[in-house]
């Protein structure tokens, strides 16, 4: 059941059960070693808990990873910032290969230190 606020757009529910999903493949493989690009590896189970936290298991194990959902976030921020960065760079050097003059992009903030910024690249 969804809820509408008074601008006509849907308010989230609270979550009071858990909510799994399985993926359609991972590169998580039987012995749990990563798989190549061509091969398929076994689905993973993505579990939303009320408590929130968001739970992963290779689907046929035992092995759960939790991690809360707002350490996901920001593990999702830092993750785009890289993203967005990876791109500029990608274009600057494009521009400087045909000649045209442009700035630098500067390196993004790392505003974690170096040690977790270079965990998550």
């Keep these: 059941m969804h809820l509408r606020s008074k601008y006509g757009q849907f308010m989230p529910t609270i979550l ?3 909510l799994s999903r399985e993926t359609r ?3 998580a493989s039987k012995n749990g070693r ?4 061509f091969e398929q590896g076994r689905p993973i189970i993505v579990e939303l808990n009320p408590d929130e936290t968001l739970s992963f298991r290779v689907k046929g194990t035992k092995t759960r990873f939790s991690m809360h959902i707002t350490s996901a976030f920001e593990l999702a ?3 785009t910032i890289i993203q967005r960065h990876n791109k500029k760079m990608e274009n600057y050097k494009t521009d400087k ?3 045209l003059k442009r700035k630098k992009p500067k390196p993004p903030h790392i505003f974690y230190g170096k040690s977790f910024f270079t965990v998550l690249k």
């Design 25 to 27: 493949y991972s590169r």
């Design 77 to 79: 921020k830092v993750n």
């Design 16 to 18: 009071k059960s858990k």
């Design 34 to 37: 990563l798989c190549d690009k």
């Design 97 to 99: 290969k045909l000649g």
